[in-house]
């Protein structure tokens, strides 16, 4: 479904952006009335999500506006006031719902669900295909008893077939309910995931025809008479029930981690609006407050009022919206309300700073290293442990990769409830870094597979073993678990300083990546696959601008383009390989030609790897990991620097 957000506030949208992009919905965002108009007289919306203090045209004004035009899609009005006649008037002027900054993202989303219901006929919590379910709320998808895990696109595209079962679909309107505006693939684009989500389906059992093709119009969903009996497996109430819960918990967790995430980016503009207040009231002090200085203080404090809602920040809201009360109007300030207006201002002051001190504390606490320790000496695993959490790490022991596999699972769930990629595990959740420390000797080749398989995931597990068995067979053994290091009987106090090591060379879970290529078109596909993931992307369209963008961006990985001009990206490569400072620097071409001579190519210029552009989902995502993840641990352990013979 496609929503249309028209709000000014930049810190504002990105927060209800990432917020309703998480829901799996399509948004395109205006931020000033205006160009909400245009964006809907151009395309096709399910719904409106309209603030009421816009520049160029009004909430209320753009919402007379849609409905004496006939434009019917739900419309949800946001209000910084608090009062019952500008909801009055919204309601009057065509609004269907209104809401109050500061609001709970969970409600806002919760309120656009309803509408949504009450436009659809009918819309069911649960969607079903025969023995096919997919729920809009918890973001499962399930055949019988088994998962299928979709992206965000295949989801949407399962979901708008389900939801309107007698209707054929063309490629254009396809684009047209699950692309943004922003997005400009072409029609081919849709064919590929329609083929994606068969794939998907077929491979956990669901019919092949399932989505018909209709020759020359699009495709359809195959009629219900023709489809599986239902499930074997009823779930009882309490069970869901519980299920709801846990994912609403898991969904909680998510946007909070992601709020906190977004607050580094713009805590600067809730700064500046602060200044603009301080300002103010040093001008009133000074006699200096003049009508321009007061309309700009208004608007900083209205822009507070709603923001610092959405972070959570109520105390802060209710002192902005106060401080937006006071300068409301033209007339003088009374001695009382300047007053007020001084207390109320530094009042907010000491709020934001509390605030800001908090987020940073929970950001930190966020990325504390987790070691996952495998061990069957308990005793010693104990004393490990100590020391390790007085250095700030948070640790889970278990005795055995069954164990482990256990301690992981509810990571694996929440991904899968959260269906923002393929990978098999939210980053939030998974260790930094797995510890082995049993023999190599004793474990059967059962046991190794499975350990193998839950490391070698999306990303990929850190894991260090610590062996008395050095000899090749055990070396080799380590390896195919995918170690990223072998210590050689290590003593407790040698165990501790390597991963103390490796915790101080850890980056944050947010990793800069500098993507080079002449195709914004590329460019922009790159951001909406991998800033979901956690990756901060640079992007550069001129290669002309490289070194400077290099040196500016510092990344923690290069992707480049091969062919592009002025400079191709084998001799991009070769200019950072021969940089003392940036020669360990990973680097990956992604090139639209994966031939052996091209391959061979990129290698001879130092490349880390190369990644087909049509294989850019999973395979890209896995890449990115695993290399970032060997430049991590590679400057760790040159700097723990073991001897030849360990």
Known sequence: MRILLVEDDESV???LEKSLISEHYAVDVANDGQAGWQLVSSFDYDLILLDVMLPKLDGIQLCRRLRENSY????LLVTALDSSTQKIEGLD??????????FEIEELLARIRVLLR???TPLLSMLRWGELKLDPNSQDVTYGDLPIKLTPKEFRLLELFLRKPSQVFSRGAILDSLWSCSETPGEDTVTAHIRGLRRKLVAVGVPGDLIKTVYGVGYRLKPIEASSPRSRHQSTSSTQAQLETQLTSIQQKQTQAALITLWKSVKSQHLERLAVLKRTIQALRDRRF??????????AAHSLTGALG????KSGSDLARSIEHILHGKEALSSQSQQQLVESVEALETELNQALSHLNRSSSRGSSPLVVLIDKDLGLAQQIATTLRSHGFSLQISADEMALEQLLLSSETSSSADHTSDTAASTKDL????????SLTDSTTASLKRLARIINQTPPLLLVVCSADGDLSHRVKAARLGSHSFLHAPTVDSVIRSVLEIKSRLHPASHRVLAVDDDSQVLQGLQTLLEPRGFELVTLNRPHDFWSTLQTASPDLLLLDIEMPNFNGFELCKAVRQAPFWNQLPIIFLTAHDDANTRAAAFRAGANDLVEKSHTDSTLLNCLFEQIKQ???????????PSPHS
């Open 290 to 299: 003049t009508r321009g200085l007061r309309e700009e203080a208004y608007q």
């Open 118 to 120: 009450r436009t659809e």
């Open 13 to 15: 949208a990105k927060t």
């Open 72 to 75: 019917h899609m739900p419309i």
């Open 431 to 438: 260790p930094d870094v797995i510890l082995l420390n049993f």
């Open 631 to 641: 430049s991590q641990l590679h400057q760790a352990m040159t700097a723990i620097a």
């Open 93 to 102: 002027a065509g609004a269907d719902d209104c809401i109050t900054k500061p």
């Open 310 to 313: 959405i972070f959570g920040l």
